[in-house]
């Protein structure tokens, strides 16, 4: 439900009430289309497709197509890069088309209670710029409530990126692990392939995490 207005009226007895709600059901198929343009140059185009409900119980379905043109990006390597970086810095420019497809029923889509979650995203860069490649990835979720306010939550990710012809994937565009989006306890893309201080990504990773939350302070925290 979009929302929800409960109207309460007196009952002619002084020891009962009736409870009315007045509730508003979310439309049934959408269709959305969005274009933009960030400040670092990225101009990309979306077409967006979902269906609420599907089960009668609060499920979605919901997929999308991206067309994104990196109109140009810049590696900066520091002082103490290694070699395996710095030969990869300078300039590049980028033209790539994104799709995606996802089954989502959590309840919120950060720090879910209950749900799960599937999505599949595939991007194919090329054959303009300085990047050829294909990219799948596959998202996994799952919660579920435990007693004493606990939370069991699972998660699963799988990528791979093959460049097409004779071009290398640059840096920028391979597969890393590591921070809050995938494995926690670990730096930003700090796992893997290293050159001395330096992470050099990878064409395949996978990954698969538990964990087990305690809501602290309010318990009921809205993380929507």
């Known amino acids: 439900m979009e929302n ?19 509730v508003k059901e979310p439309k049934a198929f959408s269709l959305g289309l969005k274009a933009g343009i960030s400040t670092n140059g990225d101009a990309d185009m979306s077409l967006n497709a ?14 999308s197509y991206t067309y ?3 109109m ?3 590696l900066r390597a520091t002082d103490d890069s290694a070699f395996s970086v710095r030969e ?31 999505r599949l995203t595939q991007e194919y860069a ?17 919660a579920a409530p435990l007693p004493l306010g606990l939370i069991l939550s699972a998660s699963a990710q799988l990528k791979n990126v093959k460049g097409l012809g004779d071009r290398e ?18 730096g930003l893309n700090t ?8 992470c050099l990504g990878g064409g395949t990773a996978a990954c698969g995490v538990l964990h087990l939350y305690r809501p602290l302070f309010p318990p009921q925290v809205n993380y929507n």
């Open 4 to 22: 929800a207005i409960p109207l309460i009226d007196t009952a002619p007895s002084s020891n009962g009430y009736i409870v009315n709600f007045v």
């Open 50 to 63: 979902g269906k609420q409900s599907v089960g009668g119980r609060g499920e979605a379905v919901n997929t």
């Open 68 to 70: 994104t043109v990196k």
């Open 72 to 74: 140009w990006r810049t």
């Open 88 to 118: 990869h810095a300078g300039h590049t420019m980028k033209f790539s088309m994104e799709n995606a497809i996802a089954f989502d029923t959590r309840d919120r889509p950060i720090l879910a209670s209950r749900g799960i979650l599937a």
């Open 126 to 142: 090329g054959p303009f710029g300085d990047s050829s490649f294909i990219r799948h990835q596959l998202d996994l979720q799952a």
């Open 169 to 186: 994937v640059h840096l920028l565009d391979r597969v890393y692990l590591g921070g809050q989006q995938d494995v926690r306890g670990f």
């Open 191 to 198: 796992l893997g392939v290293r050159s001395e201080n330096s």
